[in-house]
């Protein structure tokens, strides 16, 4: 018989609106029947941060995350800020309790948690790229990212939304309904290789590596997670008015037929704000307010499905 394989289980307790503890009672036997286990829950904000690199430096490379997209991101950041292990020899699964849920739905990997751990168990995987964020008013600092980076409206909905998530899939959207009547626009330059640009009354900038953000809007044209490019688009000059009416297109994509949103693909890309920075989101998380570039790193981490 085969040799079990070995995997690390971080568990977000608090994802999902509380149900990490009943999916790991609901999980742990079936994974113990297939693999050696090792889990751990997180304590605090940013413990999945922690966990993951005290995990690589016991020598763990295989993952299992039960948590949301914030559980992912953290995780994502657990690896990339380390220097130790080439992440080229980690990989990770997920089993998704999260409140939006947006990274598994690009490659329909199971919300089903019975589902999603016998994709585990198969052991198929494929690489995706990893976006990386640099605060250029922070000294530099770096943060990382696997889905999408917004800037400016769902920078917004996703501070408003933080601290409070208990309508579930419905959060973002009404989120989204309140910041309506609420955003305010501004100015970016925008960078790309040498050439700048400036686009007044941004109402949003998307950084995408994956389809889905927001509980399944789709604010990016083509994104590809494998092609080694983020797919930008910027929203200018959107009334209150024409967002309301084009509600459904952001769920549908075809908000980005419209002729106020630019797009591009790009390897990296540098945005410069007016003194009145916007809020920035990552994979839902609130980021550092600042100006900053972006770039991807190719298909630099390895997942299940
Ligand atoms: N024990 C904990 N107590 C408080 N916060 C925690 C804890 N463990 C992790 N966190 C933080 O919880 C945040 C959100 O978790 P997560 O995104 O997984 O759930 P969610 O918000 O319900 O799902 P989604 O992002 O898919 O909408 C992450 O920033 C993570 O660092």
Redesign the pocket.
Known sequence: MSEKKTFFVII??????GKGKKVWNNVKDKLSQHFNITSQ????????IQITQDALNKGFRNFIII?????L??FINGVFSQKTINPNQISFGVLAI?????WIKTYKIPKNRHRALQAIIKGNTKTQDVGCLTFLDLNNSKTYFLNLCGIGFDGLVVDLVKND?SFGKLTYIFGALKILFNFTYFNTKVTLDSETKTHKNCMMIQLGICRYTGSGMQLTKQPDPNDGLLDVSIATNFTKWQIAKNIIGLFTGSILKHENITTLKTKHITLEFNAKKPLIQA???PMATSNIKASILPQAITFYL
Do not use: L, W
């Open positions: 977000n307790p608090v994802s999902g609106n829950f997180t304590n605090h904000n940013n413990h999945d948590g949301g997209d914030g559980t991101n953290k999260g409140t939006g849920n947006d998530r994979d839902g998380e």
